[in-house]
């Protein structure tokens, strides 16, 4: 039971750092990193500002990407916002296939398709997480609370990806006595990161 208790620590772990800028010690590089707010910063040794066509777009309410004043985020609003965001992450058969929401963007966007919900289940109808749609991505939330608030990432997978060694993909090693108690531990190890291989094709949207 503590086995299974600590595997699910260790998801939920997990879940959070995927959402990370990776500064926490023994942390994964997720998405506040590879698809910043600013779309700028450092990833995988190459500096975006030195190169600029290792940025990300960034849609954000408060200075639109098509221009114009700040925008107040709402179901009015949520879809036009998408729309700019998208446009400019399609580049013939390249766009986005998956977004993820926080629950208050989440929220706005269902809201916006009242009358025009298509809901998907994950894995071709069994069972997993179901999800709305906006053109051909997937669009969910993610109730771990790892995603900030007022954030929503647009996400091309051909291009963004978790990856691990083979050896330690929570691999559950053999029982280890304690030296000093009359205990055991098991280690369970991962090693891996959050890689992406153009960032110019990922975006987010934000306040």
């Known amino acids: 039971k503590k086995l299974k208790n600590a595997v699910k620590s260790a998801a939920n772990g997990m879940s959070t750092d995927m959402y990370s800028d990776g500064t926490l010690a023994n942390q994964i590089g997720g998405l506040q990193a590879l698809v910043a707010d600013a779309g700028t910063g450092t990833v995988g040794g190459i500096n975006s500002t030195t190169y600029p066509f290792w940025q990300n777009l960034v849609q954000s309410a408060a200075a639109p990407l098509q221009g114009g004043s ?3 985020m709402s179901a009015a609003t949520i879809e036009a ?17 998956l977004i993820v929401m926080s629950d208050d963007y989440y929220a706005m966007y269902e809201t916006s398709q009242t009358s025009l919900k298509r809901y998907t289940s994950e894995e071709n109808g069994k069972g997993g997480m179901m999800s709305l749609k906006y053109k051909n991505a997937d669009v969910f939330f993610d109730s771990s ?3 900030p608030t007022a954030h929503a990432y647009f996400l091309n997978t051909d291009y963004i990806e978790m990856v691990a060694h083979q050896d330690a993909n929570w691999t559950i090693m053999d029982e280890m006595s304690s ?18 291989s153009n960032r110019s094709l990922q975006g987010v949207m934000k306040a």
Do not use: E, H, S
């Not at 916002?81 to 296939?97: F, H, N, S």
């Open 70 to 72: 700040a925008i107040t």
């Open 81 to 97: 916002q998408m729309l700019q965001l998208w446009i400019k992450l399609t580049r013939g058969a390249d766009m986005p296939d």
């Open 145 to 147: 609370g790892g995603i």
């Open 179 to 196: 030296i000093n108690q009359d205990a055991v531990v098991t280690p369970i190890l991962f090693q891996g990161n959050m890689v992406v």
